[in-house]
């Protein structure tokens, strides 16, 4: 059964760093292009970042741009979000998904991906 596991979430002052990893297991998600997403107490769940499958693009929420990072590594089946500057308006619990086999392209849509991590909590106090 594929499974995402996030793992890096945790309590920060304003303007560290965070570097969150997303491991997959039960099959090879090579092929998949990935996102991050996260969503507010109290707010829908809103895109991040997303990489195509083998690396080739990303794509940054406006809100992020400049200050988060997406990378994979296929090898290790680990997806990453290096998260600089962060901001009290970053905290939300962080999800990493995953689109299905063959689906390579990047997207923004909550809709658009098939497996979901458990969410890890990133917190930044200001």
């Known amino acids: 059964q594929a499974q995402l596991v996030e793992s890096g979430g945790g309590l920060v002052q304003a303007g560290d760093s965070l570097t969150l990893s997303c491991a997959a297991s039960?099959?090879?998600?090579?092929?998949?292009?990935m996102g991050w997403f996260r969503q507010a107490s109290g707010k829908e769940r809103e895109f991040v970042a997303a990489?195509?499958?083998?690396?080739?693009?990303?794509e940054y929420a406006d809100s992020v741009k400049g200050r988060f990072t997406i990378s994979r590594d296929n090898a290790k089946n680990t997806v990453y979000l290096q998260m600089n500057s962060l901001k009290s308006e970053d905290t939300a619990a962080y999800y990493c998904?995953?689109?299905?086999?063959?689906?390579?392209?990047?997207?923004?849509?909550?809709?658009?991906?098939?497996?979901w991590g458990q969410g890890t909590q990133v917190t930044v106090s200001s």
């Open positions: 998904a995953a689109r299905p086999p063959h689906y390579y392209d990047v997207r923004r849509a909550v809709a658009e991906y098939a497996t």
């Open positions: 039960g099959r090879t998600f090579g092929s998949s292009a």
């Open positions: 990489i195509a499958s083998y690396g080739s693009s990303t």
